[in-house]
């Protein structure tokens, strides 16, 4: 017999018999008690009984009609067991799906074991579905543990559904052995629940793609920041199992649409954000596309065709580049690095490299990833075009200031964060940074004829 407390029974009826069979339950049990049938209704849309042993005869309902009261509240399958004294109350409510009947007066054990065989199954049933809730290679929820929560934001809010689908994972058993693609999901899965919020739904589909479902992002700029976080938790990931550097083997394409701008039924949310995604998956590109019906084909993303040499020049202009400092990508950092330390080294007198770290004053914050674009985008505009800005982790920018004297440096650092310590975010997030003079090119001297 099942004998545990979290299972929760709805006693209704004031009967002698009824009395008896709460005193018995009570020790093993929580129990919630209804004189009447009205009151069983009221109580059970309250607190969700898993099962309920009632009379047969209450003085406001009939037991058939109680039965099916207890089952509009609570569902189909909630579990009734009557009890009664009255001969030839068995068959009815058998009949009309009650789970078990006992007969009063009845041997104390019969009934415990009667109600602990309905509290086994209730138990079996929830480990069940406890355990089929959750995806077993990313530890995120199964979708069919979240479609509700979807279908009521997507009905109700506004925002942003994205489809997430980790790429080249099949690389990464081939390179680094069986079982690495499995420990890479399971660690992706695991930070990705710690960076989203507590308000963004987060489910794997058994296509393998995971859903994001958010109303704080509301933003192409969001699904970028959200799109090259994703990237750096695989590539981090892998390099962290690995126990090497490696090169970016895996990556994330995520294919995103707005809702309600685009609908507000999760089904077709799906299906938008899948189109986007294929896109992606159809040129080979990581990255994030975006389905909006205002676009031909419906979908927004960077140009695939062909360029001749005047439309490249066109789309590369520096016309095309905001002011302030250059923005790129993690993933494009080690290349253009590469070459800037070379022009560094040719050009200039002296150059710093300096790394920014963001942490929360409140260490149960949570995630400081949006205040970090903020951050990024704040000093992003204090610096000159030659200069160089990466979002490199989560709560941390690595940047590149070219021609700067060590005199000259810490004057500029002061106006470059003048705006970030003037902001109502540099109580609650705080900031430092350690730099590093790449080089102080001498003179080179005429050789002697």
């Known amino acids: 017999m099942t004998n545990t407390t979290d299972i929760k029974i709805l006693i209704i009826g004031k009967s002698e018999y009824i009395e008896n069979a709460a005193l018995l339950l009570s020790e093993g049990y929580t129990l919630v008690r209804a004189e009447t049938g009205g009151r069983a209704a009221e109580l059970c849309r309250k607190f969700r009984p ?77 480990n069940f579905e406890e355990h089929n809730s959750f995806d077993r290679e990313t530890g995120l929820h199964a979708f069919k543990a ?15 559904l ?27 899965g695991g930070k990705l629940r710690e960076i989203l919020s507590q308000n963004e739904i987060v489910g794997r589909l058994e296509s393998g793609e995971v859903v994001v479902c ?24 892998l390099e962290a199992l690995a126990g090497e550097d490696i090169e970016p083997i895996a990556g994330a394409s995520v294919g995103a649409v707005f809702f309600p701008d685009e609908g507000g039924s999760v089904e077709e949310l799906l299906a938008k954000a899948r189109r986007a995604l294929d896109s992606l998956r159809e040129h080979e590109k990581r990255g994030y ?23 490249l020049e066109k789309r590369l202009r520096e016309g095309n580049v905001p002011h302030g400092a250059f923005r790129i990508g993690f993933d494009a950092l080690g290349q253009v690095y590469h ?27 949570g995630s400081v990833y949006e205040l970090a674009e903020y951050f990024g985008e704040l000093i992003g505009r204090q610096l000159r075009r030659s200069d ?31 705006p970030w310590y003037s902001s109502d975010y540099a109580d609650v997030i705080d900031l430092a940074y350690e730099s590093k003079q790449v080089t102080e090119r001498k003179p080179v001297s005429k050789r002697a004829e």
């Open 50 to 126: 898993d099962l309920a042993v009632a009379d047969t005869t209450l003085a406001d309902i009939k037991s058939t009609a109680m039965l099916a009261r207890l089952r509009g509240c609570c569902g189909e399958g909630f579990p009734v067991l009557f009890i009664s004294d009255k001969p030839g109350e068995e068959c009815p409510v058998l009949a009309a799906g009650a789970r078990d009947f006992v007969a009063a007066p009845f041997n104390e054990k019969v009934l415990l074991c009667r109600v602990g065989n309905i509290a086994a199954e209730i138990k079996a049933e929830k």
């Open 146 to 160: 979240v479609s509700q929560q979807l279908t009521d934001l997507c009905r109700h809010g506004s925002g942003v």
């Open 162 to 188: 994205m489809l997430v689908s980790p790429d080249d994972l099949s690389l990464v058993d081939e390179i680094y052995g069986d079982g690495m693609k499995l420990r890479l999901l399971g660690y992706f």
């Open 214 to 237: 958010s109303e704080a992002r509301k933003s192409i700029h969001s699904i970028n920041s959200l799109t090259i976080m994703l990237n750096h938790l695989l590539s981090d990931g």
């Open 289 to 311: 596309a975006v389905y909006d019906s205002r676009f031909p084909g419906g979908i927004m993303k960077d140009k695939a065709a062909n360029d001749d040499i005047d439309s």
């Open 339 to 365: 070459y800037f330390m070379r022009y560094i080294d040719r050009y200039c007198e002296s150059a710093f490299k300096v790394l920014f770290t963001l942490t929360p004053v409140d260490p149960d914050y």
């Open 388 to 418: 160089i800005l990466v979002h490199t982790k989560q709560n941390q920018f690595f940047m590149i200031l070219p021609d700067v004297s060590r005199e000259n440096f810490e004057m500029l650092m002061e106006r470059i964060l003048k």
